[in-house]
T-cell receptor
Framework: DAGVIQSPRHEVTEMGQEVTLRCKPI?????LFWYRQTMMRGLELLIY????????DSGMPEDRFSAKMPNASFSTLKIQPSEPRDSAVYFC??????????FGPGTRLTVT | GIQVEQSPPDLILQEGANSTLRCNFS?????LQWFHQNPWGQLINLFY???GTKQNGRLSATTVATERYSLLYISSSQTTDSGVYFC???????????FGKGTRLSVIA
């Protein structure tokens, strides 16, 4: 298996622009998680899905953030409009049932 | 919610030394994982170990679920072991993992 796939790996954008991060979970996994990691705040859970349904989005910082999972093999995290404080590494992870979570390589986002 | 504490927060080792990292958690768990975040930022899954003992090369882990702790052993450490080691737990269903703050390990030649 290719593992969790994220794209792009790096994104540099200007403040105010829309940013879309993409994730393909491991085939057969039924839970998908979006995390954000910064030096100041460490690793934070933003939102997670079970069977493509959003279960808990209480970690999404503001209405500027939205996430979708239209099918079992694809999810997006969108920031509109982006701000410099959104600069971070965004990780996607997936799991099956109560099994282990597997992380993608992350997207390093820089908003100038 | 469940609390996860890792110790020590920082550790510096000479290459070839052994070390033990500890993870304490405040409630019963159905999942415990150890991750290594390397200097390039990748989060590597080391062990899925809600109970018992596992070994993978120079690394091994033991979880004593009844006493709510887990230990990660690194033997004959190498500079490539440097990075941050995270313990993460789940205590119900397929809810998200709760992460500790990590142990930052530096192995010097």
């Amino acid at each position: 298996d290719a593992g969790v796939i994220q794209s792009p790996r790096h994104e540099v954008t200007e403040m105010g622009q829309e940013v879309t991060l993409r994730c393909k979970p491991i085939s057969g996994h039924n839970s998908l998680f979006w995390y954000r990691q910064t030096m100041m705040r460490g690793l934070e859970l933003l939102i997670y899905f079970n069977n493509n349904v959003p279960i808990d989005d209480s970690g999404m910082p503001e209405d500027r953030f939205s996430a979708k999972m239209p099918n079992a093999s694809f999810s997006t995290l969108k920031i509109q409009p982006s701000e410099p404080r959104d600069s971070a590494v965004y990780f996607c992870a997936s799991s099956y049932g109560t099994g282990g979570e597997y992380f993608g390589p992350g997207t390093r986002l820089t908003v100038t | 919610g469940i609390q996860v504490e890792q110790s020590p927060p920082d550790l510096i080792l000479q290459e070839g030394a052994n070390s033990t990292l500890r993870c304490n958690f405040s409630d019963s768990v159905n999942n415990l994982q150890w991750f290594h975040q390397n200097p390039w930022g990748q989060l590597i899954n080391l062990f899925y170990i809600p109970s018992g003992t596992k070994q993978n090369g120079r690394l091994s882990a033991t979880t004593v679920a009844t006493e709510r702790y887990s230990l990660l052993y690194i033997s004959s450490s190498q500079t490539t072991d440097s990075g941050v080691y995270f313990c993460a737990v789940r205590n119900s269903g397929n809810t998200p993992l709760v992460f500790g703050k990590g142990t930052r390990l530096s192995v010097i030649a």
